[in-house]
Nanobody, 123 residues
Framework: QVQLVESGGGLVQAGGSLRLSCAAS????????MGWFRQAPGKEREFVAG????????YYADSVKGRFTISRDNAKNTVVLQMNSLKPEDTADYYC????????????????WGQGTQVTVSS
């Protein structure tokens, strides 16, 4: 089992920044990639960004490229999503997830999920 705990959500004005953190514990050695997803009210949960634990390779949804940055601290088992130039359409609950795959962008490819943290961007 892998436990994931997100933190750092909140309310921010458009153009502002937020930093989300995900602390992983438990049997994390089986997780090869970590990802962030988001789910807005009435919408499907969508992939935002992913990173491989070992090499730190990153990949992003087109909607956040150039604005969001995902990073990891292997020593602390923490993954961070730095969100800049936030837009009202970024408003959603953000979820951290762990996958046994090296690269994973689909919800079904992730085995463990955090409880989510809310991000609200006002216009």
């Amino acid at each position: 089992q892998v436990q994931l705990v997100e933190s750092g959500g909140g309310l921010v004005q458009a153009g502002g920044s937020l930093r989300l953190s995900c602390a992983a514990s438990g049997r994390t050695f089986g997780s090869r990639a970590m990802g962030w997803f988001r789910q807005a009210p009435g919408k499907e949960r969508e992939f935002v960004a992913g990173i491989t634990w070992r090499a730190g390779s990153t990949y992003y949804a087109d909607s956040v490229k150039g604005r969001f940055t995902i990073s990891r601290d292997n020593a602390k088992n923490t993954v961070v999503l730095q969100m800049n130039s936030l837009k009202p359409e970024d408003t959603a609950d953000y979820y951290c997830a762990a996958s046994g795959k090296l690269i994973a962008t689909m919800r079904y490819e992730y085995d463990y999920w955090g409880q989510g943290t809310q991000v609200t961007v006002s216009s």
